[in-house]
């Protein structure tokens, strides 16, 4: 399984757009790249997948790369509410094997 | 998207006693679930992989016959921490994937809320 990195905590204050960028130096081909937020005492939830250039919904963006060997997450004005702990996760299939977290990077947004 | 619930959300118990831990799948059926447990600011580890009717397997250093798994039907899975100890006071977070009602396979896997097991 590919190895990530990212920082371990960023701050914010509210209406800034935040990047939190992730290391994947030994992604696979067949690997996705998978972003989830975790509040305090609650379970992770899904924010974007993507695998190549730009992915975007509701909530965030994600670019990646033409080496996909790093992704970004973009939070466009951010809140409070969006004060949490952001996993970057890499696996060939998300639905099939059980997620390796790494450490995360924990975003404080300040008022 | 598909809704796990786990219950309960929060158990308190003594030290010895086993509590059991319910995952389901609300609205779709899990063929496989996964258990993970979260010391406070660290992050979740896997402990075990759950396949409807079939045996759990365990992450290396996980107990077995500790931690009980069983997954009897495609949306339940329970979690029985037998013997509890202080040490294993934890947050214990399941996540599932399987088939929603129009028979596609999800590709993504969906959490539950957790459970804080605290062992006085």
């Known amino acids: 399984l590919a190895k990530t990195t990212q920082p371990i905590s960023m701050d914010s204050y509210e209406g800034q757009e935040v990047n939190i960028t992730c290391s994947h130096n030994?992604?696979?081909?067949?690997?996705?790249i998978t972003w989830y937020q975790q509040f305090p005492s609650q379970g992770p939830r899904f924010i974007i997948q993507?695998?190549?250039t730009k992915v975007t919904n509701e909530v965030a963006s994600l670019f990646i790369p033409a080496d996909r060997k790093s992704s970004t997450l973009s939070l466009p004005r951010v809140s409070l509410s969006d004060t949490a702990v952001y996993y970057c996760l890499v696996t060939g299939d998300t639905g099939r094997r059980a997620l390796t977290f790494g450490s995360g990077t924990r975003l404080q947004v300040q008022p | 998207g598909a809704v796990v619930s786990q219950h309960p959300s929060r158990v308190i118990c003594k030290s010895g006693t086993s509590v059991k831990i319910e995952c389901r799948s609300l609205?779709?059926?899990?063929?496989?679930m996964f258990w993970y447990r979260q010391f406070p600011k660290k992050s979740l580890m896997l402990m075990a992989t759950s396949n409807e009717g079939s045996k759990a397997t365990y992450e290396q250093g996980v107990e077995k016959d500790k931690f009980l798994i069983n997954h009897a039907s495609l949306t339940l899975s329970t979690l029985t921490v037998t013997s509890a100890h202080p040490e294993d006071s934890s947050f214990y977070i399941c996540s599932a994937r399987g088939v929603g009602s129009g028979g596609s396979t999800y590709n993504e896997q969906f959490f539950g809320p957790g459970t804080r097991l605290t062992v006085l």
């Open positions: 609205d779709f059926q899990a063929t496989t």
């Open positions: 030994n992604i696979a081909t067949n690997d996705y």
């Open positions: 993507g695998y190549k």
